[in-house]
């Protein structure tokens, strides 16, 4: 031991009077500390694994599956909330009176949206939403084994997702129903029959602004089966034949 304490002795001798410490950074400079460094919560041996790792441009295992986590969650809150955006959207405009009268929004905004519930929609994507919640609070499970305390997350509740999604929402569900009812077809003019009317009374469809689209199959339903303009109760034999010139 002595030769070897000698011979380091020796190299360091005469590295020093080369001037190769001369260079050093740092030299002359109080020595900078990290504030993790003086932390009760960080194990020594662990702040100083974590700065050979932040050194050498490397990441522990937890930090990686980090990304993996924080990814996972947005999904899930994004489905879900892309599923309440559209059943909140159906059942606003279901309370509407249907076209063509006027729709308006007038006693809808972003504060009543918010407070809208639907049990009805939670026990039928209940299912799913137990399902997709336990495979996230698995990774949060996976993660929180391998990060310090620091870093650990919490787990998450379903009652408290579904809280979070009927706020965060409310405007999202305003908007989409604003996009729907401009993209209705403009109120029928003063004075134009309805479809149903014209149906029954002539065969010209040309003549009005619109007609349902079960009018038309119900019409292409009747001559494909050679009923022609005439309802399937009458037959051409029953008609009243028309009297030659």
């Not at 029954?200 to 007609?211: I, P, R």
Request: charged fraction near 30%.
């Amino acid at each position: 031991m002595k030769g070897w304490a000698s011979l380091v002795e020796e190299k360091i001798e005469k590295a020093r009077s080369s001037g190769v410490f001369n260079n050093v950074e740092g030299r002359g400079k109080p020595i900078q500390r990290h504030p993790d460094e003086s932390n009760p919560f960080i194990a020594r041996e662990e702040f100083l694994m974590n700065r050979i790792l932040k050194r050498n441009e490397a990441a522990p295992p937890w930090v990686e599956t980090q990304g993996d986590l924080e990814q996972a969650i947005r999904t899930f809150r994004a489905i879900i909330s892309s599923s309440w955006v559209r059943r909140a959207t159906r059942t606003i405009l279901s309370d509407l009176p249907p076209p063509p009268y006027p729709r308006t929004l007038n006693n809808v905004t972003v504060e009543s949206i918010s407070k809208l519930r639907d049990k009805e929609w939670e026990e039928k994507e209940a299912s799913y939403h137990e399902a997709a919640l336990k495979e996230v609070n698995d990774q949060i499970r996976r993660h929180n084994g391998m990060a310090p305390f620091s870093a650990r997350r919490p787990y998450l509740m379903l009652k408290y997702e579904l809280e979070r999604c009927y706020e965060k929402n409310a405007e999202d569900v305003l908007k989409n129903l604003e996009e729907t009812l401009s993209r209705e077809p403009l109120n029928r003019k003063p004075g134009a029959k309805r479809s149903g009317d014209a149906a029954s009374a002539s065969g010209n469809l040309g003549e009005f602004t619109t007609f349902s689209l079960w009018d038309a199959l119900r019409r292409a339903a009747l001559r494909l089966f050679g009923y022609g303009s005439s309802p399937p109760g009458r037959s051409a034999s029953n008609q009243t034949p028309s009297t030659s010139p």
